[in-house]
């Protein structure tokens, strides 16, 4: 069955570097999506990816996030200058249909010291 | 925009009973009402979604209701086994135009 994935699984960096978190999603899925959780909170919304521009974005995704699809299969979460608060769990999804099932990947921990 | 409300928090049931977690949404619009369920470490997945034109939904152990007059919808899940113990979120979106918007989880034990 196919799966999103993302990679990589953990990722350590210190406060102001720039962090890319790599997915892959289901191969015939036109909309992509980035959340976040952070540890034992709920799963937010970052941003929507669909016809190659970003479709819709919350607040939390302010100009230290960029996101791009750099060719037919990946889909990166670009944060320029991490941050403590950014240490979340980062989940890329995708789905072919603007509405219906969204197909999780296993998620990237990323953990700003 | 949408807000989605949870609870509770956290449920503990004893194995074969039934456990139920009740959502509220505030955007009207909304019309596709789908639940999430993420064991510890893992990605979520779903496991039972309704839309607006529908009242209930069920899959063997599982049910949802949506009551769109009221703005809230519910999971049920009957005769509950350990392995259902998990965090489950629920979810809202007004379909094509807004994206999904999770509620804060339940975790849910299953006490055997």
């Known amino acids: 069955e196919p799966e999103v994935t993302q990679t990589p699984s953990h990722q350590v960096t210190q406060m102001g570097q720039e962090v890319i978190l790599r997915c892959v999603p289901i191969?015939?899925?036109?909309?992509f999506y980035w959340y976040r959780q952070i540890l034992g909170q709920k799963v937010e919304f970052l941003v929507s990816f669909y016809n190659n521009e970003i479709s819709e974005k919350s607040e939390i995704f302010d100009d230290q996030f960029s996101v791009e699809r750099p060719d037919g299969s990946n889909f990166t979460l670009k944060i320029r200058s991490t941050k403590l608060e950014d240490s979340a769990m980062y989940f890329c999804?995708?789905?072919?249909?603007?509405?219906?099932?969204?197909?999780f990947g296993e998620g990237s921990r990323l953990t700003v010291l | 925009g949408e807000n989605v409300e949870q609870h509770p928090s956290t449920l503990s049931v004893q194995e074969g009973d039934s456990a139920v977690i009740k959502c509220t949404y505030s955007d009207s619009a909304s019309n596709y009402f789908p639940w999430y369920k993420q064991e510890l470490g893992k990605r979520p997945q779903l496991i039972i979604d309704?839309?607006?034109?529908?009242g209930e939904k069920k899959d063997q152990r599982i049910a949802v209701t949506l009551n769109k007059t009221a703005k809230h919808f519910s999971l049920h899940i009957t005769e509950t086994q350990p392995e259902d113990s998990a965090v489950y979120f629920c979810?809202?979106?007004?379909?094509?135009?807004?994206?999904?918007?999770f509620g804060k989880g339940t975790r849910l034990s299953v006490i055997a």
């Open positions: 309704i839309r607006s034109n529908v």
């Open positions: 999804a995708s789905r072919y249909r603007g509405t219906g099932e969204l197909f």
């Open positions: 191969s015939n899925h036109l909309y």
């Open positions: 979810a809202a979106e007004n379909s094509g135009n807004t994206p999904l918007v």
